[in-house]
Structure formats: structure tokens, C-alpha cells
């Protein structure tokens, strides 16, 4: 399980008894509901289903170039960090 990662507050309805057994569950753990619900998830999705890392050469084409903000010849690392589809789509994620 990764400990490094972003975490993002999400909700869901569960069937009531199935939530009060993972409850149960993690109690008899010691362990939190969150981390006991997230290493059943990891469990279940393979490593590969995650989204593949964009390899850009070192020249960003002229599709990516046409994205960026009239006026601006490159892009800053401020506005590449407060755009992740742009830092993805550059490769910096």
C-alpha cells in the first residue's frame, strides 16, 4: 500500500451489514475503517491499471504549445504546478 500518495476524501453508500462488519473488522485490527477499506481496494487493482506516465521529448510539440496562455511564450513551473493535466501532459507528474 502506498503511504506517500494524495489522499482525496470521497463518501459512499454501503449496504449497512457490510459496513458494520468492516467496522467490526477493523476494530478486532486495531487498525482504522480508512486503511482497512484502502488495502482491500489496493488488493483488488492491479498495479497496471494505473494511468501510464507521458514521455515527451525534449521539445514540447506545437499541440501543447497551442494549450498554453495567449501572450506566453513557455509555460512557468507555477502555472504547470497549479494545472496537473498540464503537468501531466508534460511530464512532470
Known sequence: ????????????????????????????????????VEEALERMMPQELEWPKVVIPTEISPDILAMRLPGKATFTKE???????????????
Open 79 to 93: 502555472e504547470i504546478a497549479a494545472d496537473e493535466r498540464l503537468a501531466h501532459a508534460l511530464g512532470e507528474i
Open 1 to 36: 500500500m502506498q503511504t506517500s500518495s494524495k489522499k482525496i476524501q470521497t463518501a459512499f453508500r454501503l449496504d449497512e451489514n457490510l459496513l458494520m462488519r468492516a467496522k467490526l473488522r477493523a476494530k478486532r485490527e486495531q487498525r482504522s475503517l480508512n486503511s482497512l
